[in-house]
Structure formats: structure tokens, C-alpha cells
């Protein structure tokens, strides 16, 4: 296959065929593709992915399909997605060193990438499903927000460069839009892709007869499509994360977009605190344990990624933002300044948690937490307590002035019988 083919979708029986001719694929696997044994694995809402075995070795190759996998053909998709996946995998790996999967190769024409295949990792929701614990979930995903958030802004790049790279990542439009749509409209009204668990017509009620909530929610989106503070992960869900026991890394970052610093660490928080009200529907006896284990984990994500932020603000303010020039150089502190701006980040980050506890419930692409718990009658009052818990994030945010206030409030929401 030459980077000159038309595309064409992968098939498991043609991947060896055409891609044998890669080089390092190749030389990760085995040079002779007979010997390659190829599934496809995907389980995500758009793309292929194919694990690859041969007797030298594994490699993961994802291609783009030219449509919404969970969908079908009627919602057309570019498969660009692949080179803002690719650039975002380098900038990532570049930021924050061992963070994602090593890139082995990338062919624009096809729209596929081919990865470090990572074992045994599992995807961390799965695992939070399953009440594994992860040692060091916290630290590292804290970090890696932190690094990616600040080394990707103008905090710490050139103004040039960073201007530049927003100019690429500009052209990803239709990716950004699913976002848009999906994330912070489509749950506050009757969207055709929407569809939600019966039994929970009242509490979509009150979200969906509420203006301030909706003004709240465009508020957001508002700053999601027009900031441009730092390059984002864009879809930092547990689905995006593997990890086994003790080792964690961040995959997929098709969805990559300049937005605002507060984004990526505020989605996470959500589907850890959908993992927190999800799992009476999975255990019973260590379910308290493993529920505070979940709030620790948000606390110390926070916490982590305050004090990365602070160590690379102290020692990595190369940008035109905030310079030394205007407060060491003049004999005047920059901590508060940092404080400021982490409250802000603090801010949008509750607020996008919120949205984003309310879009996994309510419109098209709803997540294994709740929808592995079979019995609607015991998944309804779950996710009716994670709806109104994003209720609360969106509506209080200015009042939750803390990670510890925000898991004070998850405990009171999983209390409550909304239903
Ligand atoms: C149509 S795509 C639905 C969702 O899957 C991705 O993982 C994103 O979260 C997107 O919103
Ligand atoms: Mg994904």
C-alpha cells in the first residue's frame, strides 16, 4: 500500500495484504504478514481498531471510517480526524513523556495511525465498573492535564507557534461539532439522537424547564468554541484512559481541540463521579470503600494538578502570559495571580463536569457505567442522582469553592432518593 492508494476501510483478513509494506510495523511484529494474527477490537462509537500479533511482537493499528461507527452511513464524519488524532498523540507525547501510546506510523490517505499496542491495560472504565482499584490514577491523570494544559498554552509556548498550531487545529470542524451538539445542547431539549432511561421524565423536566440551566450550559459552550487557551485531549473520559494496576495512559485524542484550560480535568471528574453513582448497580459489599476510593481519586487528580501547575509556572512562564517581566522582575510575586487563574480553571472545569454528567444520561452516546447496570428500575434513580448532582455543578458552580466541597456534594446527592 502507498500513501498514493485511494482509501479503503481495513478488513481483518486484508490489513496483513496492505500494510506489510510499513516498515516498523514490520519490524515491531514480524516481517511476514501470513503470520500476523489480526482482530478488530473496536469498541468505541467511530473508529476501527485492530490488534495486531505476530511472532516478534503487537501493534494497534486504528483507522477512521468515513461515518459515526455507533450511527451508521447517514452520519457522515472526514476522516481528517486522523491527522488531528496524530498531531495531538505527538504534542501529547512531546508534553507530558509517556503519557499515550508510542506513534509507530501515520498514513494521512488511509486515516489510520499505528500504536504501541499496550498490555495488559484495560480500559479504565471498564475497570472502574468492575471496582478495580488504579495505584497512582490520580497522580498521573492530574499531571497530565496540568502538562498538556500549560505546556500546550501560551503560558509556556511562543505566541508564533501556538498561534500557528491553533491555525491547524482550526480545520477540525466536524469533530469539535458532535461536541457541540452532543455535549452541551442536545440533553436540554428533545434532540432526534437523544434517548434516556425510562422513569426519569421528571428530573429531565426540571433540567430541561430550567432557562438559567441552559443559559449556563451555552455559556460553556461559548467558551469551549471560542477560547483558545491551550491544545485540550477533547474527549477525557475514562473510555479514554488504560491502565493496569499500577500504570495509566491516555489514548484516543481524536476530539482535539484549542479550548479552555478547565476542560479536559472537568470531563474526567464527570465520568469519575458517574463511576461513583453507578456502582450500587454493580456491588454490594466494599461498595462504600470503593465509593470513597473514587471520590479520593478526584481529590487528588485536583491535587495533582494544582501543584504540577504551580511547579511549571515557578519554572516553565515562558510565554507572553503572565511574563516575569511584569511581577519577579519588579519585585512582585505572580502567586497570586496563579491562584486567580487556577480558581477560574477550578470553575470551568465544575461547570463542564456537570454537562457533561448530564449529555452521558441524556443524548446519543450514553456510557457502559450506567448502561451495564441491566434493570432500568435500578439504573433510573442512579443516573437520576448523577442528573441532579450536574444540575447542581452547573447551576452552584461559583459556590463549590473546592475539590473537597464538590466530593461533600457527590455524597449528599448519592444519598438522596430523587425518583
Ligand atoms: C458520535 S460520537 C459520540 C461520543 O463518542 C466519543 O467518545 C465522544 O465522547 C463523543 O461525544
Ligand atoms: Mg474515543
Redesign the pocket.
Known amino acids: 500500500m502507498t500513501a498514493k492508494d485511494a482509501y479503503e476501510p481495513l478488513t481483518a483478513e486484508t490489513l496483513g495484504a496492505r500494510l506489510a509494506g510499513i516498515d516498523l510495523l514490520a519490524g515491531k511484529v514480524g516481517p511476514d504478514p501470513t503470520q500476523w494474527d489480526v482482530q478488530e477490537v473496536g469498541d ?3 473508529n476501527l481498531v485492530f490488534i495486531v500479533k505476530g511472532p516478534q511482537g503487537a501493534a494497534i493499528v486504528k483507522q477512521a471510517l468515513p461515518y ?4 451508521g452511513d447517514s ?1 457522515p ?1 472526514p476522516l481528517y480526524r486522523a491527522f488531528y488524532e496524530y498531531h495531538a498523540l505527538t504534542r501529547e507525547a512531546a508534553r507530558d513523556p509517556g503519557a499515550v501510546p508510542e506513534v509507530w506510523h501515520f498514513d494521512e490517505t488511509q486515516a489510520l495511525v499505528v500504536m504501541e499496542f499496550l498490555s495488559p491495560h484495560r480500559i479504565l472504565r471498564q475497570k472502574l465498573i468492575a471496582g478495580e482499584r488504579v495505584d497512582g490514577l490520580a497522580e498521573r491523570l492530574g499531571l497530565f492535564c496540568a502538562r498538556t494544559g500549560f505546556r500546550g498554552s501560551e503560558l509556556s509556548m511562543k505566541s508564533a507557534d501556538k498561534k500557528a498550531d491553533v491555525g491547524l487545529f482550526s480545520g477540525n470542524v466536524e469533530i469539535p461539532a ?2 457541540e451538539g ?2 452541551f445542547t442536545d440533553p436540554y431539549f428533545e434532540a432526534e ?1 437523544n434517548n434516556h432511561t425510562p422513569g426519569l421524565d421528571p428530573v429531565i423536566k426540571i433540567l430541561r424547564d430550567d432557562p438559567a440551566l441552559k443559559a449556563r450550559a451555552q455559556r460553556m459552550l461559548l467558551k469551549f468554541s471560542a477560547n483558545t487557551e491551550t491544545l485540550l485531549h477533547g ?1 477525557l ?1 475514562s ?2 484512559v488504560m491502565a493496569t494496576e499500577d500504570d495509566v495512559r491516555v489514548i ?1 485524542p ?2 482535539a481541540q484549542y479550548g479552555p484550560l478547565g476542560f479536559d480535568i472537568g470531563m474526567l471528574t464527570a465520568n469519575y463521579l458517574m463511576a461513583y453513582f453507578s456502582q450500587p448497580g454493580h456491588r454490594g459489599d466494599d461498595l462504600a470503600a470503593y465509593q470513597d476510593w473514587l471520590l479520593e481519586v478526584i481529590e487528588g487528580t485536583f491535587a495533582a494538578y494544582e501543584a504540577e501547575f504551580t511547579r511549571l509556572w515557578d519554572n516553565e512562564r515562558t510565554g507572553m502570559l503572565y511574563p516575569a517581566a511584569l511581577f519577579e522582575d519588579q519585585g512582585h510575586s505572580s502567586a497570586a495571580a496563579r491562584t486567580e487563574l487556577l480558581a477560574e480553571i477550578w470553575q470551568d472545569a465544575v461547570s463542564i463536569c456537570g454537562i457533561e454528567m448530564h ?1 452521558r444520561c441524556l ?3 450514553h456510557n457502559a457505567d450506567f448502561e451495564e447496570i441491566a434493570d432500568p428500575a435500578i439504573r433510573a434513580p442512579l443516573e437520576a442522582r448523577n442528573l441532579m448532582m450536574g444540575r447542581d455543578l452547573i447551576l452552584n458552580a461559583a459556590k463549590i469553592d473546592s475539590p473537597r466541597a464538590l466530593t461533600d456534594l457527590a455524597r449528599q446527592h448519592n444519598g438522596k432518593d430523587v425518583l
Do not use: K, Q
Not at 459515526?68 to 450511527?71: A, F, K, N, S, T
Open positions: 468505541g462509537n467511530l459515526v461507527r455507533l450511527v452520519w464524519l458532535i461536541t452532543l455535549v439522537l474527549d473520559h473510555g479514554s484516543d481524536e476530539f449529555r443524548s446519543l452516546a
